[in-house]
């Protein structure tokens, strides 16, 4: 069974950054790929971000192309989000997913493992 616990998340203005850690424990953490997906008040869970085991491969959604960065520590069972020009309507909590495999996927269904959550909010 795959733990991932998500810390990072907070209160930063627009235009500011921040940077998102999920640590995973209870698996080979380099056989998993890692996304992060995020939540808006009211709206369904959506796909952010993706890296590959290796962390050779990256997909991002359209909404933060450019301004997040995906990337993992498989040496001590990391992965990061990087949030650079912060906008309001990327106030959402987000969550770290793991799945069994080398593909990518944005669909929700394809991750087997979620961490709880971490908060945050872009104030304008």
């Known amino acids: 069974q795959v733990q991932l616990v998500e810390s990072g998340g907070g209160l930063v203005q627009a235009g500011g950054s921040l940077r998102l850690s999920c640590a995973a424990s209870?698996?080979?953490?380099?056989?998993?790929?890692m996304a992060w997906f995020r939540q808006a008040q009211g709206k369904e869970r959506e796909f952010a971000a993706g890296?590959?085991?290796?962390?050779?491969?990256?997909y991002f959604a359209e909404s933060v192309k450019g301004r997040f960065t995906i990337s993992r520590d498989n040496a001590n069972n990391t992965v990061y989000l990087q949030m650079n020009s912060l906008k309001p309507e990327d106030s959402a909590v987000f969550y770290c997913?793991?799945?069994?495999?080398?593909?990518?996927?944005?669909?929700?269904?394809?991750?087997?493992?979620w961490g709880q959550g971490t908060q945050v909010t872009v104030s304008s």
């Open positions: 890296i590959s085991g290796t962390g050779l491969r990256t």
């Open positions: 209870g698996g080979t953490f380099s056989s998993f790929a």
């Open positions: 997913a793991a799945r069994n495999g080398i593909g990518i996927y944005t669909e929700r269904s394809s991750y087997n493992f």
